[in-house]
């Protein structure tokens, strides 16, 4: 019987090492990119790279390597017709530096065919990934030449993206970045070329199609405005709370950990973006004050800016948590490179002063020596795998003891007139004690201090 891998289509993977990039960090950028082609559901079946001085490039690589993505794929290897060929004096002079450059050693030796069997055996695939942001006739040149469906990192980005979006406001985040990018790839079809009639004549069928799509991501922006003032409110009403949110790299188990701290049903899975959705939980077994856990969507290096855009508001989660729980994936040998991405976002978002703790998950993974080095270069931080009940009981106590150090106790005193609130008091605050008068209840209390002033002016004679 057939594995389900065999039967997905095969993709080539393809990227330019800049000169500003070391090998290990191409490698690990093009091992990152066959992760999120794997997630899309495509299989890896070559990977192929160039070095070059960037990727401004006709066909982003030179023609040598050009020819040699061609043979993978069964395309010409060059481009027949189009805008480039209306150009030929500059498409000459870039095969010209192209091919001094190969000559020079700009290129790498390997042959990814020779490398996999899969290749190796004849197998065509029918996708190219380039791990560049494409400009469209970069795209339309690279599918010329190679005769295979090309996506860039940016699209398969934004697919995973569309595919993974579950509710309202999800969905609209994902499209509004996914028109965004398809704009200005809209290409004429046969056949359509012909000016449109009645409404908008004059116009081709391209720009009417753009119009629709501006008019629609104007009509999304308005829908995602309404949902996001809903969340404002809820956000508004949990102000007093005690917060925290998970943020991260993908799939350095912010679900794990989530479910463990607070027993929901949220999503686990072992891909990237399987979360984009914030979920708000209580963490369990529930304090005094309830200390409220929320799940935020996860980074990734390249991300998109509209998605980052789109994701705004959820990311708001982090910017008025009450501390931060950075999760990295210790067993990822890019796991600081991983981690400075989600700093650099938060950053951008305005969140860098906002209280953190590190918590290195995974650590199952790991040889004892390994753990004993990281820990002694993070003393501050956890380390903690999601899947061990101690180590989730240790977090646990570790965000009660951070809310405890800044509470402080006070004396309220309730009127009996007013004993329909006391439900607020032990839902925001931890109470002590309490005694009873002719003039009603004295309650001793321990929460924040801000807590504790609004509750003191709530029941003020």
Do not use: C
């Not at 290749?119 to 030449?145: C, F, I, M, W, Y």
């Amino acid at each position: 019987m057939p594995s389900p891998i065999a039967d997905r289509p095969g993709a080539v993977l393809v990227g330019v090492q800049l000169p500003d990039v070391s090998d290990l960090e191409h490698a690990t950028h093009l091992a990152e990119l066959g992760r999120l082609v794997r997630t899309l559901g495509y299989q890896t079946v070559a990977t192929l790279s160039q070095r070059r001085g960037g990727t401004g490039a006709g066909t982003v690589l030179g023609a040598g390597k050009l020819q040699e993505l061609a043979r993978l794929t069964g395309g010409p290897g060059v481009i027949a017709s189009g805008a480039a060929d209306r150009t030929s004096k500059a498409k000459e002079r870039w095969e010209a530096e192209a091919a001094e450059e190969e000559r020079a050693g700009d290129s790498t030796d390997e042959d990814p065919a020779a490398a996999d069997p899969l290749a190796a055996a004849g197998e065509k695939p029918t996708v190219v990934v380039v791990d560049h942001e494409l400009t469209p006739s970069q795209l339309r040149n690279l599918e010329k030449a190679t005769g295979a469906l090309v996506l860039d990192r940016t699209g398969v980005i934004v697919d995973i993206f569309h595919r993974h979006a579950r509710s309202r406001e999800a969905r609209m985040q994902v499209e509004i970045a996914r028109l965004k990018y398809l704009a200005p790839r809209l290409r004429e079809s046969s056949g359509r070329s012909e000016r449109q009639q009645g409404r908008g004549a004059g116009d081709s069928a391209v720009e009417l199609d753009r119009r629709k799509i501006r008019d629609r991501v104007a009509e999304l922006n308005e829908g995602l405005a309404a949902v996001q003032r809903a969340q404002d409110h809820r956000r508004f009403a949990r102000r007093d709370q005690l917060r925290v949110a998970l943020v991260g790299y993908t799939n350095a188990g912010k679900s794990s950990l989530m479910r463990a701290l607070t027993g929901s049903e949220v999503l686990v899975a072992d891909q990237l973006f399987a979360t984009l959705d914030t979920t708000v939980r209580s963490l369990q077994p529930e304090s005094r004050p309830r200390v409220l856990v929320s799940d935020t969507v996860g980074f990734l290096r390249k991300l998109p800016h509209d998605l980052v855009a789109s994701f705004r508001s959820t990311l708001d989660e982090a910017l008025e948590a009450s501390l931060l729980l950075y999760v990295a994936d210790a067993s990822d040998p890019s796991w600081e490179d991983q981690l400075e991405v989600s700093r650099a976002v938060l950053r951008e978002i305005g969140a860098a002063e906002v209280p953190n703790l590190l918590l290195l998950n995974k650590i199952d993974r790991l040889d004892g020596a390994t753990r004993r080095g990281l820990q002694a270069r993070f003393p501050e931080a956890l380390l903690l795998s999601a899947h061990a009940s101690e180590d989730v009981a240790a977090l646990r106590q570790r965000l009660l003891d951070f809310f405890e150090a800044q509470m402080v106790e006070a004396d309220l005193r309730i009127p009996y007139a007013r004993q329909g609130l006391i439900a607020e008091v032990y839902e925001s605050a931890r109470v002590l004690s309490e005694t009873f008068d002719e003039a009603g209840r004295n309650v001793r209390v321990r929460s924040l201090p801000g807590v504790v002033a609004k509750l003191a002016r709530k029941f003020q004679a």
